[in-house]
């Protein structure tokens, strides 16, 4: 029989809700720890052949969607990665459940490469690697209904579930996840977009993997959607003990369900740490300007943050810049960075410090920067180089720029802690300053208007 909805039952999950609380708390801090990888991923290559011709066709170059990404995720870890759009963070999903097939670079699940796997193996190790998508629009056939699409991974899966117990099953997810279990021959047309959510969830959940990754599960929802899907998956991660590797424009969100958090830019990562570390203490000049983007809720700390504007677009990732990636956009290159490129390393200046500056950081010339001031304190940011910041707020201040002074958050929707501005993480494209030149200097009383930059969302797109 389904499960009871009366007031009995919701008090029940209420009280589990706290206890799982507690238990998502100790996770993180287990988490924050250390322990045994359970993925681990090295120089991961994805390379999209660019051809010539259409009877005879030859390769004339590559779009390179990943060129080098590296990370460890542990048991009951989150993994959150952000960045703009069209910097690989999808791409990267779809190959850690083998919807692509990388080009180079190894994905190790309990220690196996599993991108050598293939038939019965590979099938396997699917089932304990699951995927959100992120449109529960299209991610879901309008043919089938609820109890379909959930209990289809038991029909490749049979040993997962017993025939005769498979609606009951689904009956079950569906309660887990929030959903009145009554639901179950329902069509998707006939749900709410956070609705169908869940129900992509509950479909992830299924076979009972250890791993899910989440490709911006709440991004095509409203704000008030995203808190309480957010909050089911944190919830579900301490009952089930999952990993996740979340992916999301919204830096806000990101902070609060991951214990590590990696920046991407442009098909490489390019720092990496705790989510204290990343936010509170950035040392690469990317990570700073998409910060310097998230609004700020105090009205009188808003006027102290630093904000920093970047000029252009995007390099095309067929033709990507030499050296740093991000040297065309960067007021701190310089000769060096155009020749060499930098590591994903703990910067040679913090080295020898054990702070929360100490985590690893692709560029040469890092430099630990707050920019936004601690709650409560208002320190008003280093002044740039005279000459450099009059310049830089013309640059910015213009009409041209298409961008405001006003907060934004990564998502292009307002998110956890976001202002009325609602401007986008994409801002952070429009403005800046030539190579060489210091950030410029806040203007003293920032519009509350909203950005007319491009919004930061590819809903539709490879990521």
């Known amino acids: ?6 007031p009995g039952r919701r008090e029940a999950r209420a009280e589990g809700e706290i206890a799982s609380e507690l238990l998502s708390h100790a996770r993180h801090e287990s988490a924050r720890a250390g322990g045994e990888p359970i993925l681990e991923v090295r120089d991961l290559v994805k390379h999209y052949p660019l051809t010539q011709g259409i009877l005879f066709k030859k390769q004339v170059g590559a779009v390179k969607a990943v060129d080098g990404v590296s990370f460890d995720l542990s048991a009951g870890e989150t993994l959150g990665i952000v960045g703009e759009s069209g910097c690989g963070k999808s791409t990267v999903a779809r190959m850690l459940v083998h919807l692509e097939r990388p080009t180079a670079g190894v994905i190790r699940y309990k220690g196996e490469d599993v991108t050598a796997l293939s038939g019965r193996a590979l099938k396997a190790v699917r089932r304990n690697i699951q995927m959100v998508f992120q449109d529960p629009y299209t991610s879901l056939n309008p043919r089938m209904t609820v109890g379909d699409i959930i209990g289809e991974p038991y029909e490749i899966h049979p040993e997962a579930a017993p025939k005769g117990s498979r609606r009951q099953r689904v009956q079950d997810l569906l309660d887990v996840v929030g959903l009145n279990p009554e639901y179950i021959n329902r069509y998707p047309h006939q749900f709410s977009g956070g609705q169908r959510q869940r129900i992509g969830i509950a479909r992830g959940l299924a076979l009972n993997p250890e791993i899910i990754v989440a490709d ?20 579900l991660q301490a009952e089930f003990n999952l990993s996740f590797v979340f992916i999301a424009h919204d830096l806000s969100i990101v902070r609060h369900i991951s214990d590590r958090v990696g920046v991407m830019y442009l098909g490489r990562i390019v720092e990496t740490g705790s989510e204290e570390e990343i936010y509170d203490h950035p040392t690469h000049p990317y990570t700073q300007a998409l910060l310097s983007a998230v609004p700020v809720p105090d009205p009188e700390a808003r006027e102290y943050r630093e904000r920093i504007i970047l000029h252009g677009d995007v390099p095309s990732p067929a033709n990507p810049p030499s050296g740093c990636r991000f040297r065309t956009r960067c007021w701190k290159a310089q000769e060096r960075c155009a020749q060499e490129v930098p590591l994903l390393a703990v910067p040679a200046a913090f080295r020898l410090t054990h702070g929360p500056e100490h985590h690893d950081s692709a560029c040469h010339f890092a430099e630990e920067k707050r920019v936004v001031p601690p709650e409560g304190v208002l320190e008003a940011p280093e002044a740039p180089e005279a000459g450099a910041a009059d310049a830089g707020v013309a640059d910015s201040g213009s009409p041209a720029s298409g961008s405001t002074a006003s907060g934004s958050t990564a998502s292009g929707s307002p998110g956890f802690g976001s202002t009325a501005s609602g401007s986008t993480a994409a801002d952070v494209r429009e403005g800046g300053r030539p190579g060489g030149e210091g950030p410029p200097e806040p203007p003293s009383r920032p519009s509350d208007g909203p950005s007319d930059g491009p919004s930061a969302q590819d809903p539709g797109g490879r990521s």
């Open 1 to 6: 029989m389904h499960a009871d909805h009366s």
């Open 216 to 235: 911006e599960p709440v991004s095509a929802l409203d704000v008030s959607v995203q808190a309480q899907v957010v909050n089911l998956l944190d919830r």
